[in-house]
C-alpha cells in the first residue's frame, strides 16, 4: 500500500504565501510524476501544477509565476509554494501520484486525503 500525506494548509490572507507539503510512503519503486489538484466548493477539481522525475514542470495558467512545484526523489516529497493567494484560490488542495508500486509491481494513482486552503481577510 502506498499513502500520501499533504500538510501546510491553512488560512492566509490575500496577497499572501504558504507552502505546501506532499510525502509519499510505503510500497514504493519510483514515483514518475507528482502534482497539485484543487477544487473550491462547489467546482471540479483542477490542475495546478505538477513534476515529472526529471523535474520537468507544468503549471496551469492561472498559477504560472505565482506558484513553483519541487519534490525530492529521495525522500519521495513533493512541495507547492504558493505566492499572491488570491480568495478565488480557496480550495481543498489534493496531491497526486503516478508510481510503480513493488509488491506488487504494477504501476498505480494515488491521492492524499487533501489540505484546506482558506484565502480570506
Known amino acids: 500500500q502506498v499513502q500520501l500525506v499533504e500538510s501546510g494548509g491553512g488560512l492566509v490572507q490575500p496577497g499572501g504565501s504558504l507552502r505546501l507539503s506532499c510525502a509519499a510512503s510505503?510500497?514504493?519503486?519510483?514515483?514518475?510524476?507528482m502534482g497539485w489538484y484543487r477544487q473550491a466548493p462547489g467546482k471540479q477539481r483542477e490542475l495546478v501544477a505538477t513534476?515529472?522525475?526529471?523535474?520537468?514542470?507544468y503549471y496551469a495558467d492561472a498559477v504560472k509565476g505565482r506558484f513553483t512545484i519541487s519534490r525530492d526523489n529521495a525522500k519521495d516529497t513533493v512541495w507547492l509554494q504558493m505566492n499572491s493567494l488570491n480568495p478565488e484560490e480557496t480550495a481543498i488542495y489534493y496531491c497526486?501520484?503516478?508510481?510503480?508500486?513493488?509488491?506488487?509491481?504494477?504501476?498505480?494513482?494515488?491521492w492524499g486525503q487533501g489540505t484546506k486552503v482558506t484565502v480570506s481577510s
Open positions: 510505503g510500497s514504493i519503486l519510483v514515483i514518475y510524476t
Open positions: 497526486n501520484a503516478d508510481l510503480v508500486m513493488t509488491i506488487p509491481r504494477t504501476t498505480a494513482i494515488y
Open positions: 513534476i515529472n522525475i526529471s523535474n520537468s514542470t
